[in-house]
């Protein structure tokens, strides 16, 4: 185990205990009301995700690099994987609340757009055979779609939905006991954590499958 995954499955430990343990009982929610650390910390991995993904492509489109495109792909796959926690944990988190699993509201519907969005990108490079033209479409994709982030996080202020205001950087009178706001700054911390690791292990596989290819190469043109 490397350094970096110790400190990460450290991480994730005191994140767990102070979801569970340290922060207060939410008063009107109750215990359900624990979930809101795991799945705000996941959308704002997500966010980080796909802004990673939008500057990699447009370094891609704009240099040809093939370490920006690496990097999209990268953070592709492992922002979807934050994306699908959202929308796992969203409607855990809605049943006991509103009674519904799922409303097509702004925020809601404006997330799951973002998964789709994901999904199409790596879909997209997943089946068009030739690299280059698969790595061009996906930066196409990739910056085309970015415009759905800020309507993600915009969403709830904008329109009046099912999903509660925000209680982050809200309207006067809103906010966070301050046990609570440590709480989901540790977990956030902890998934940033997880998150770079993940891109970290992905970016070495790019590395290996590359080297791969290239001993693969010089095996055919040798026979």
């Known amino acids: 185990m ?9 991480w994730l430990l005191i994140a767990l205990y102070m979801i569970f343990l340290y922060a207060p009982q939410e008063a009107t929610m109750g215990e359900v009301q624990r979930i ?7 959308a704002w991995t997500a966010f980080l995700a796909y802004f990673i993904l939008f500057l990699a492509s447009v370094r891609y489109l704009w240099k040809r690099s093939q370490s920006a495109d690496e990097l999209a792909y990268a ?43 994901f999904i199409s990108y790596l879909m997209l490079r997943s089946y068009v055979l030739n690299p280059s033209r698969a790595a061009m479409l996906g930066a196409v994709v990739a910056i085309i779609g970015f415009v759905d982030v800020p309507i993600v996080y915009m969403s709830i202020r904008w329109w009046r939905t099912q999903h509660p205001q ?12 301050p046990s609570m ?10 998934f940033l954590c997880l998150f ?28």
């Open 2 to 10: 490397t350094a970096h995954l110790l400190v990460t499955v450290a």
């Open 36 to 42: 809101f650390y795991i799945h705000v910390s996941a």
């Open 75 to 117: 953070a592709g796959e492992v922002g979807f994987v934050f994306c699908s926690v959202v929308l796992v944990t969203g409607p855990l988190w809605a049943k006991p609340v509103w009674g519904i699993w799922w409303t097509w509201d702004a925020r809601l519907t404006s997330t799951f757009v973002l998964w789709l969005l």
């Open 166 to 177: 925000p209680v982050i950087a809200g309207d006067e009178g809103s906010g966070l006991d």
């Open 181 to 190: 706001r440590l709480t989901l700054l540790v977990c956030w911390g902890a």
């Open 196 to 223: 770079t690791y993940l891109i970290r292990q992905r970016l070495v596989l790019a590395e290996m499958l590359r080297e791969l290819s290239t001993l693969r190469r010089d095996w055919i043109r040798g026979t």
